[in-house]
């Protein structure tokens, strides 16, 4: 059984960074997307960023284009997002989930939300104005 496991939230001013982290522990499949959403109080969970296990091919919500980069250690099982010049409006709490035995492609972050079953416990990240 995977396991997802995700670090690295706080507080941070806008305009600053912060870097995610995500290790998926137990037995998983050679290819795979990973990826990341978030949570705010009170909306629904929606779709950030993800990688693939293969070639490293990403997608990018529109909202997060050009701030945030997703890269993954496949030797580690490890996802990282860096995210640059936060705003308040990125404050949530960001979970990191997996689809085995698929690439990352736009159904994943647009629409993943709905139909993901894996997930780790989340971690809150504060932007302050």
């Known amino acids: 059984e995977v396991q997802l496991v995700e670090s690295g939230g706080g507080l941070v001013q806008a305009g600053g960074s912060l870097r995610l982290s995500c290790v998926a522990s137990?037995?998983?499949?050679?290819?795979?997307?990973i990826g990341w959403f978030r949570q705010a109080p009170g909306k629904e969970r929606e779709g950030v960023a993800c990688?693939?296990?293969?070639?490293?091919?990403?997608y990018y919500a529109d909202s997060v284009k050009g701030r945030f980069t997703i890269s993954s250690v496949n030797a580690k099982n490890t996802v990282y997002m860096q995210m640059n010049s936060l705003e308040p409006e990125d404050t949530a709490v960001y979970f990191c989930?997996?689809?085995?035995?698929?690439?990352?492609?736009?159904?994943?972050?647009?629409?993943?939300?709905?139909?993901?079953?894996?997930w780790g416990q989340g971690t809150r990240v504060t932007v302050s104005s």
């Open positions: 137990g037995s998983i499949a050679d290819v795979y997307a």
């Open positions: 989930a997996v689809d085995e035995k698929v690439s990352c492609t736009g159904s994943f972050v647009l629409h993943g939300n709905k139909y993901l079953a894996l």
């Open positions: 990688i693939s296990s293969t070639d490293g091919s990403t």
